[in-house]
């Protein structure tokens, strides 16, 4: 096991547009989550998983944000109607029952 | 008031200086406390993770957890130019989300 995977590492995109971004955790971890980092600025909690079930949203997460972990492997991370504001890194982490978070690497998303 | 405050810097020391990095925090419920370290442009990697108040050493590392004042400090000893990174301090209550502060860049001179 390699460690948490990020896909892609750098999206651009235009204003308006949806993407998706793709988490795979290390394989023994229950918990799965999403944060996003601007410059400067620490990573900010978005949303966990335990297994598949979704547990908890920040109120970062604007309708517009939706993530899913179907049986809980692998999470996707999505925005529709990209806005400006939304150019971040999206970073994802794992970890065993809430300790010891594991990060990826971050995809760097850029909307233009 | 953020629940974690961390000082950004930036910070610039000597070559084999001792490092010191400091955060505090307001929610009393906490009792796990991590340092991680970024490079630019990567994922914070975890350097030192403790359990409510305390020392804890690892190599040059030294993290100290004071819940009386609700102080974290990280300590560097014999600093060197690969240490130069952001320093992100997080804490949580177990099962919450780690609450991150807004890191502080540190720069080792050569």
């Known amino acids: 096991d390699t460690g948490v995977s990020q896909d892609p590492r750098h999206k651009i995109t235009k204003r308006g547009q949806n993407v998706t971004f793709r988490c795979d955790p290390i394989?023994?971890?229950?918990?799965l989550y999403w944060y996003r980092q601007t410059l400067g600025q620490g990573p900010e909690f978005l949303t966990y998983?335990?297994?598949?079930?979704?547990?908890?949203k920040s109120r970062l997460l604007s309708d517009r944000f939706s993530a899913e972990r179907p049986k809980g492997s692998f999470s996707t991370l999505e925005i529709q109607r990209t806005e400006q504001g939304d150019s971040a890194m999206y970073l994802c982490?794992?970890?065993?029952?809430?300790?010891?978070?594991?990060f990826g690497s971050g995809t760097r998303l850029t909307v233009v | 008031q953020k629940e974690v405050e961390q000082d950004p810097g930036p910070l610039s020391v000597p070559e084999g200086a001792i490092v010191s990095l400091n955060c505090t925090y307001s929610n009393s419920a906490f009792q796990y406390f991590m340092w991680y370290r970024q490079y630019s442009r990567k994922g914070p990697e975890l350097l030192m993770y403790t359990y409510s108040s305390g020392n804890k050493e690892d190599g040059r590392f030294t993290a100290q957890v004071d819940k009386s004042s609700k102080y974290i400090s990280l300590f560097i000893r014999d600093s060197q130019p690969s240490d130069s990174a952001t320093y992100l301090c997080?804490?949580?209550?177990?099962?919450?989300?780690?609450?991150f502060g807004k890191g502080t860049r540190l720069s080792v001179i050569a």
């Open positions: 982490a794992s970890s065993f029952s809430g300790q010891g978070y594991t």
């Open positions: 998983f335990q297994n598949e079930a979704q547990l908890e």
């Open positions: 394989s023994e971890h229950n918990r």
């Open positions: 997080a804490a949580n209550s177990g099962n919450t989300p780690l609450v």
